[in-house]
């Protein structure tokens, strides 16, 4: 994967857009180490950030091609799957190539079919092309969101980046947040509504979005979204192609020129890829896949069985090692590993995030990259299969708001009175929460139980999914670790969203149907385990250092934390190391030290950024 920036402006001389690009650029080089280039002419300037995986020489960015008098500069951060097949109805269109790279692919994909080349491609990818004569810039982001890409209207030009930090390093931009950014933070943190950048005038392209800025004017339309229809196929018959899918997924996304391996956590998702690409690594002659698992430090001493994490993985990870005879590594990160992340993660996603959860996946991530430079991931199965809580407990589908925020109440309690009473958080949480259940594609005639499933699946693929996708984005390439994601495949989205609720939750088990389609490809024991979310560590030593962390900030003159929440309501959480609250903030596992590191990550954020908070 990549990382890249860009800059229209007709004021400004080239000179200068060429310091700016640099600047820009510098701040996302994490994206990527291996090269940097830059194209910079009249009102335009991009730069580029290269993590090479496919055709080290063919695939230089930014790539610029010429044809019909007008010359075309593509930047360019994905991997495409059907490369191959592309390339193929290209060429028999006239067109010829020389490399092999998918980068090639996909600005010869525009040059051909325009706005509409989206249509033709399988893969994460986020992209701008710029036609220099026409001055007219096209951007483009894939179907699920897997890559991130934002922007800015800025002065009449137009500002954007991979990553939101290298908008904010322009000059002329502020980084600051006002009423909407706060409630973006405060009634959602950590996740925020798809197209959101919480910064004041800073956007995010959405998924499944390309947009064209020319003559000054941005336009920006939808190209793809999940199309509700009958679900004709039987249960068997829906199985298979739910197997046959997903295995082609997995074996498309084994394409690389470097090092691969898997993230193995013993669940049947990561199980599932393992035991596939493990396959193909013998079929095809490749050696023994590399595999990888975290575990924490003194994890069996600590661990605390409970609702959402009924066992550890370790035996489930060496039942899958084993069978597939994979070239296994279990890493076991620190207290120590954690807390030291727990800033930089934040940096790396330029807004407070997930406490331990984001900074020990960067550590696995940095660790990883010792071995591999690309690795698969079982992301996105959760929610277009039904594996999380919400999908089957009646108290949380019937409820209005999102199922991973039951914290309302507790969110009001800790921020400042004058906050609560002059933003209305839970009517913005639940506006953002009813926009998208009314864009949710249904089903004239379906009952209204099939409805309300398709609203969930709809909403947490918007907003659960996206969270996710964007922590193992920030996170891995934060490492400089490409990271793909075989459940993400829009064709087996697309299949799977018209899959009626009863055949997904198949003998009354979250995911059923698609452990039925894993029959054969994993060991019955963790082909039936029940579902596990990402690990944390239960370390005491782990509370102490993030309250010893939140005792420093409370004992300063003055920290940006409480400019939005209430200092004594955060002391008494501190105090009980955070017991006083035990509703999750967010999602399933977020609550105790992890909420309490949240908050010294706002802190961060506020601090680091020199955010302006605007009331």
Known sequence: MCGFVGWIDYKSREDEKQQVINEMAQKIQHRGPDDYQKWVKGPAGFGHRRLIVVDPMGGIQPMVRYADGEEYILCYNGELYNTDEVRDQLKAKGWSFKGHSDTEVVLVSYMEWGTKCVDYMNGIFAFSVWEANKEKLFIARDRLGVKPLFYSEHAGGFLLSSEIKGI????DVEASIAEEG????????????????????????RSGHWAVFEKGKLSIERYWNVKSEKHTHSFVETVEHVREL????????????????????????????????????????????????????????????????????????????????????TLEASVEDLVQRLKRSVELRDLPGMADVDSSLLWFC?????????????????????????????EDRDRKGFP???????????????????????????KRYSDTVSEAPLLPGESEAAMKHRQMFYL?????MQTLL??????SMGASLEVRVPFSDHRLVEYAWNIPWEMKHYRDQEKGL????????????????????????????????????????????????????????????????????????????????????NLCQVNHWLQTYRIRIKQ
Request: glycine share 6%; hydrophobic share 35%; aromatic share 12%.
């Open 514 to 597: 698609l452990r039925e389609a894993l029959r054969g490809v994993l060991p019955g024991k963790v082909l039936f385990r029940k579902k596990n979310p990402y690990p944390k560590t239960f370390h005491p030593d782990y509370t102490e250092a993030v309250t010893a962390w939140m005792d420093d900030i409370l004992q300063r003159s003055y920290s940006p934390l409480f400019e939005l929440f209430d200092k004594e309501q955060v002391r008494k959480l501190n105090e009980s190391k955070g017991k006083s609250l035990d509703t999750p903030w967010f999602g399933q596992l977020m609550t105790g030290p992890q909420l309490i590191a």
């Open 246 to 329: 997903f295995m082609d997924a997995v074996q498309r996304q084994l394409v690389s020129d470097v090092k691969l391996g898997t993230f193995l956590s013993g669940g049947v998702d990561s199980s599932a890829i393992t035991a596939i690409a493990a396959e193909h690594y013998k079929n095809e002659n490749l050696g023994s896949l590399q595999t990888f698992s975290i575990d924490y430090e003194d994890q069996s001493k600590y661990f605390q069985k409970n609702a959402f994490q009924p066992d550890r993985d370790m035996e489930y990870i060496n039942l899958v090692h084993k069978k597939h005879q994979t070239k296994h590594v």
């Open 460 to 464: 947490n693929m918007n907003w659960f």
């Open 470 to 475: 964007e922590r193992k984005d920030r996170m």
């Open 404 to 430: 991973w925020i039951r914290s309302v109440d507790e969110r009001q309690k800790l921020v400042k009175k004058e906050i609560s009473d002059q933003f209305d958080m839970p009517a913005y949480m639940m």
């Open 182 to 205: 706060i409630l973006e933070v405060l009634s959602l943190g950590p996740s925020r509504t798809p197209g959101h950048g919480v910064f004041e005038n800073v956007h995010e392209l």
């Open 168 to 171: 904010l390093s322009h000059p």
């Open 366 to 394: 940095e660790k990883i990259k010792n071995h591999v430079t690309v690795a698969l991931s079982g992301e996105c199965a959760d929610e277009i299969f039904g594996g999380y809580p919400w999908y089957y407990r009646a």
